[in-house]
């Protein structure tokens, strides 16, 4: 059974930083790709980054040049670097795989506010 654990969010202040974990046991994390996804209060959840098996990124347009998603393949983990916070970026964040296979975690709360 495939478990998901997200860690690292925060209150925050506008254009800080926070760095978000994901962290995954019970399948060969190395073969799929990944994905950092956040859902605001009365919007739907969205993709914001992802990153292939191979280390190929993408980005929604409203986070890059600010995310920079990577994996720690050895550790299971996958991490989200978050620079220039806006108070937009508030949201539910949750890691799964791109496309989405397995059943969410709990989340990790990021919000962003003076």
């Known amino acids: 059974q495939v478990q998901l654990v997200e860690s690292g969010g925060g209150l925050v202040q506008p254009g800080g930083s926070l760095r978000l974990s994901c962290a995954a046991s019970g399948y060969i994390f190395s073969i799929y790709a990944m994905g950092w996804y956040r859902q605001a209060p009365g919007k739907q959840r969205e993709l914001v980054a992802a990153?292939?098996?191979?280390?190929?990124?993408v980005y929604a347009d409203s986070v890059k040049g600010r995310f920079t998603i990577s994996r720690g393949n050895a550790k299971n983990t996958v991490y989200l670097q978050m620079n220039s916070l806006k108070p937009e970026d508030t949201a539910v964040y949750h890691c799964?795989?791109?496309?989405?296979?397995?059943?969410w975690g709990q989340g990790t709360q990021v919000t962003v506010s003076s």
């Open positions: 990153i292939t098996s191979g280390g190929s990124t």
């Open positions: 799964n795989s791109d496309p989405v296979l397995w059943t």
